[in-house]
């Protein structure tokens, strides 16, 4: 069993930034993807962002592309997501997902383990 716990989320203007954070506890694992995926009310949960155990590979929604950015550290079993020029179409629950595929992977379907989720809002 995986424990995924998130913070970092809250309210913010347009143009500003957010960083999440997402740690792993319990039997994570040495090799395993981590990803961000977003769920907007009335939506379906849609992927963010992805990165491979060695941190070598990453991912990006295109949506995300060039404001975004996911990196990992492993020593603390945590992966964050820095958000930069926010805009309100960003506003979601986001939610931090564990894959046993070493490579990551934008497939929601893919991902075993899920966190609870952390509301972010941008305000216009």
């Known amino acids: 069993q995986v424990h995924l716990g998130e913070s970092g989320g809250g309210l913010v203007q347009a143009g500003d930034s957010l960083r999440l954070s997402c740690t792993a506890s319990?039997?994570?694992?040495?090799?395993?993807?981590m990803g961000w995926f977003r769920q907007a009310p009335g939506k379906d949960r849609d992927f963010v962002a992805a990165i491979s155990s060695n941190d070598r590979d990453t991912y990006y929604a295109d949506a995300v592309k060039g404001r975004f950015s996911i990196f990992r550290n492993n020593t603390k079993n945590t992966v964050y997501l820095q958000m930069d020029s926010l805009t309100p179409e960003d506003t979601a629950i986001y939610y931090c997902g564990y894959t046993y595929y070493h490579t990551g992977s934008t497939l929601k379907e893919k991902y075993r383990y899920w966190g609870q989720g952390t509301q972010v809002t941008v305000s216009s």
């Open positions: 319990g039997r994570t694992g040495v090799s395993y993807g």
